[in-house]
């Protein structure tokens, strides 16, 4: 638990000017005219403020309308007029304070979801764009997270935090001059009680800070266990791990529960030294007051007007402790969202472009995941695909593969050695152009959520509909899509239809002939079908690799018979090479070995 805890550690964040200048990115976000919305919007806060500031000083005068100073004692003289007038105050004073709250609220929100939307775009387009490392890095679960509580937290930063964290400072300052004007004695003792409540409340903010951080960190490893879980049920029930994913689930619920507790009683604790200090400095004040109002030097409606601010200035200023958790929080949101937006994109922008229609060579190809840095998965690998010809490369499962096909579509680079097209490195070439030559049938097909039409034309966004229908009718797709009540336009992926291992495959296939690619990339593509479809797709497959190049990866003797090179592979080498006929010339050849056996490669090659 512990090791997952460190690697999740969200870096610490302290308003410094690093720190800053990240958020003030997001202020790029805000067209021109919605800064302009936004200044005004804060202009309509601090006249909101400005009435609420007055509201004080309103019940005083209304107290000294009711009540009339006879030589330091007091004496009820009402005064109607006086107290009908200054209700009427009070009403102006209230719509004024709606009337603004309301334009400043609907202002901001609608600022900061301009603002959000922008942010939200690029972060999407930046995750989209990543290298396969950073997939490698961040779990499906954190990189939601960027997108649900990060942006949220920015979202309520903006329209509600930053406000109550101006309003606060207004009423603050605009409360401490008024209290200073009303009665300098008295605010002088008011304002020796203020720093130590600061120093006080600062020291406390770090400490819960910090606690809250780590809930949230807590927080967010809960949500990856649920979301690991419910997304690999099947493999929880099939091996009865219900038990394991509980207790693992339960133990972080106790610590999340144990955090949580600890926090609560720190802000427990934080609140009650507000109250502490609040009251204490109120009662202390009152009883200074009223020994002022009773020597006659101070009205009794100041007092009371002077009591108020003061409850106004120590709720503020024990309300900006929250808000200054708050706002730190976004700082830390703000920077993981704009790390990810600034991180470096794969795309490469080169003008280079190249049609592939020349050979495509490995070079002393050397590879190992980032994961596992230390063994390489391909050592030394030299071979090639010839120009419109069909390579196949086989192996034992686990001898390299898929991998070699990553590094063909460039979604790793090798750690040294290069691959060539003719003579170009690919990856000088413009990697938009470079891939939107190729087509892969991948060894594990995922369908998006969507019809099975949409999942077709993923391949060819183009396309027309009857060329749709071509393509499903040559991977053999056409019998079972109108089998289905919904026909093409049935729903497939998390929320559709649940598709087989074989029907998926054929959708795949659909989408790699409708995009007629230059190189055609197919791992294990018929592997989960009967061989009776597999007779079919097969040759449809063989049309469609007709003039082309392709690479095609399979256990079975009678896909990679006919191809015009075959690559042996052996952990993550190449063992040989040839034609079928060649290699099966071989005395004591793998390939040849495999063939007479007439067993299934896999298991000659992992025997
Ligand atoms: N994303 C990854 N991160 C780390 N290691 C990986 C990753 N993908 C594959 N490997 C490792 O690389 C090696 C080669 O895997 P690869 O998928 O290329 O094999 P393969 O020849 O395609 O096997 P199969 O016939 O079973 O599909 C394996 O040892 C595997 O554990
Ligand atoms: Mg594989």
């Keep these: 638990m512990a090791s997952r805890r460190t690697d999740r550690e969200i870096p610490k964040l302290k308003l410094n000017r690093e720190n800053l200048k990240k958020s003030v990115r997001l202020f790029r976000y805000m067209s021109k005219s919605n800064r302009w919305l936004f200044a005004l919007g804060t202009l309509f806060l601090a006249i909101s403020a400005g009435a609420s500031i007055l509201f004080p000083k309103l019940l005083g005068n209304m107290m000294d309308g009711v009540f009339v100073y006879q030589n330091g004692g007091v004496s009820t003289a009402p005064s109607t007029e006086r107290i009908q007038e200054i209700a009427r105050y009070f009403i102006i004073l209230f719509a004024v304070q709606a009337i603004f709250s309301f334009l400043r609220i609907s202002l901001y929100v609608r600022v900061t979801e301009d603002m959000t939307k922008g942010l939200r775009t690029d972060l999407f387009k930046s995750v989209v764009s990543q290298n396969m490392h950073f997939f490698g890095e961040n779990r499906t679960g954190e ?78 490893q809960n949500n990856v266990i649920v979301e690991e879980t419910t997304s690999g049920i099947i493999n929880v029930k099939a091996f009865t791990n219900e038990t394991f994913e509980t207790d693992r689930y339960t133990e972080n619920a106790e610590f999340l529960k144990q955090e949580s507790i600890k926090r609560g009683y720190w802000r427990g604790a934080f609140s009650s030294f507000i109250i502490i200090c609040l009251f204490g400095a109120i009662v202390w004040l009152i009883y200074l007051g009223l020994g ?10 100041e007092l009371f007007n002077f009591m108020l601010l003061t409850a106004f200035v120590g709720t503020s200023m024990g309300g900006m402790a929250e808000q200054f958790v708050q706002i730190q929080k976004t700082l830390g949101a703000i920077e993981r969202v ?27 190809v050397v590879f190992s995941y980032p994961s596992r840095s230390e063994s390489p998965v391909l050592n030394k690998i030299n071979m090639q695909l010839l120009s419109g010809k069909t390579t196949a ?23 040294s050695g290069e691959i060539l097209l003719g003579d170009q490195p690919i990856q000088t070439l413009n990697l938009h152009e470079y891939r939107s030559q190729m087509a892969l049938v991948p060894q594990e097909v995922t369908l998006f959520g969507g019809s099975i039409f949409e999942n077709i ?50 959708i795949a296939i659909a989408r790699a002939i409708l995009r007629d690619p230059k190189l055609l990339i197919l791992d ?54 040839g034609t079928h006929t060649e290699l099966v010339a071989k005395a004591d050849g793998l390939y040849k070995q495999m063939v007479e056996r007439q067993l299934d490669p896999s298991d000659f090659f992992n025997s």
């Design 143 to 220: 990189i939601l997270s960027r997108f649900s509580a990060d942006i949220a937290q920015i979202q309520d930063t903006f329209t509600t935090n930053l406000a109550f964290f101006i309003r606060q400072i207004l009423i603050m300052f605009a409360g401490i001059i008024l209290i200073f004007t009303s009665s300098p004695e008295l605010a002088l003792y008011m304002v020796s009680t203020i720093p130590v409540v600061v120093v006080i409340a600062l020291f406390f903010g770090k400490f819960i800070r910090k606690i809250s951080k780590e809930v949230q960190d807590i927080t967010a």
């Design 292 to 301: 002022m109002v009773q020597a006659g030097t101070m009205p009794i409606g």
């Design 338 to 364: 704009i790390d990810i937006i600034d991180a470096p994109k794969e795309s490469n922008q080169s003008e280079e472009t190249s049609v592939i229609n020349k050979p495509l060579v490995f070079k002393d």
């Design 393 to 415: 490369l086989v192996g034992a499962s686990g001898s390299g593969k898929s991998t070699l096909t990553a590094l063909l579509y460039q979604f790793y680079q090798p750690q």
């Design 457 to 506: 034309r993923y391949g060819k966004p183009t396309a027309s509909d009857h060329d749709i229908r071509e393509a499903a009718k040559d991977a053999f797709a056409l019998d079972f899509i109108e089998a289905f009540p919904d026909g093409f336009d049935t729903l497939v992926g998390d929320r559709g239809m649940k598709l087989s291992g074989g029907q998926k495959q054929r």
């Design 524 to 577: 294990e593509a018929t592997s989960a079908l009967d061989s009776e479809s597999e007779f079919y797709v097969q040759q449809a497959l063989n049309k469609l690799m007709q003039n082309r190049t392709s690479l095609v990866i399979a256990h079975r003797l009678s896909t990679i018979k006919n191809a015009d090179q075959i690559w042996v592979m052996q952990r993550g080498q190449i063992a040989e090479h």
